[in-house]
T-cell receptor
């Protein structure tokens, strides 16, 4: 079963506008959620995370919102830039501890294209 | 942040052979993981590489097919054994569930 789902395979936005990437999960044991960006032929790059005890975390142009009751999280990128064009993965952890987020369960990814 | 060197970056292998992928980290880390990304799919965890003991495998992955070594806190290897075309994937190492190597693109003919 797919415990983490990204239902939109792709998203296209204009430069300067907001990009909203969505993610749903089913496992109530997840206590950390992370977003990664991935370019072709590279490994995923960590963007931002959020603990299940929070509903919002912000880092520069990136904000992640968590709605625990709906088991839904979203990543907002404002303003979007052409360099943001990549595949975005959400991931969830139920085994974070110390300096490690532990084992991750990934969504399928959303291809974001930002047009100049 | 950790700098991860993963080798090889890509390889084309024949059916029935084995390939060993290396992951070197520039600092000592507690947790190392190996993931697989099949074509058009998400990343799936293969196993947790435990220092000084046997790796912990996820459901669907077995030691005979994916033997893993972790001799110290900065290095791990993943071997893909007796390969078939279904093993064609990107294999990635990860440390602390936060940083990823650049991946190994494996094609099996």
């Amino acid at each position: 079963d797919q415990q983490v789902k990204q239902n939109s395979p792709s998203l296209s936005v204009q430069e300067g506008r907001i990009s909203i990437l969505n993610c749903d999960y089913t496992n109530s044991m997840f206590d950390y959620f992370l977003w990664y960006k991935k370019y072709p032929a590279e490994g995923p790059t960590f963007l931002i995370s959020i603990s299940s005890i929070k509903d919002k975390n912000e880092d520069g142009r990136f904000t992640v919102f968590l709605n625990k009751s709906a088991k839904h999280l979203s990543l907002h990128i404002v303003p979007s830039q052409p360099g943001d064009s990549a595949v975005y993965f959400c991931a969830a952890s139920a085994s974070a501890g110390g300096t490690s987020y532990g084992k991750l369960t990934f969504g399928q990814g959303t291809i974001l294209t930002v047009h100049p | 942040s950790a700098v991860i060197s993963q080798k090889p970056s890509r390889d084309i292998c024949q059916r029935g052979t084995s390939l060993t992928i290396q992951c070197q980290v520039d600092s000592q880390v507690t947790m190392m993981f190996w993931y697989r990304q099949q074509p058009g799919q998400s990343l799936t965890l293969i196993a947790t590489a435990n220092q000084g003991s046997e790796a912990t495998y996820e459901s669907g992955f077995v030691i005979d097919k994916f033997p893993i070594s972790r001799p110290n806190l900065t290095f791990s290897t993943l071997t893909v054994s007796n390969m078939s075309p279904e093993d064609s994937s990107i294999y990635l190492c990860s440390v602390e569930g936060l940083f990823f190597g650049s991946g190994t693109q494996l094609s099996v003919l």
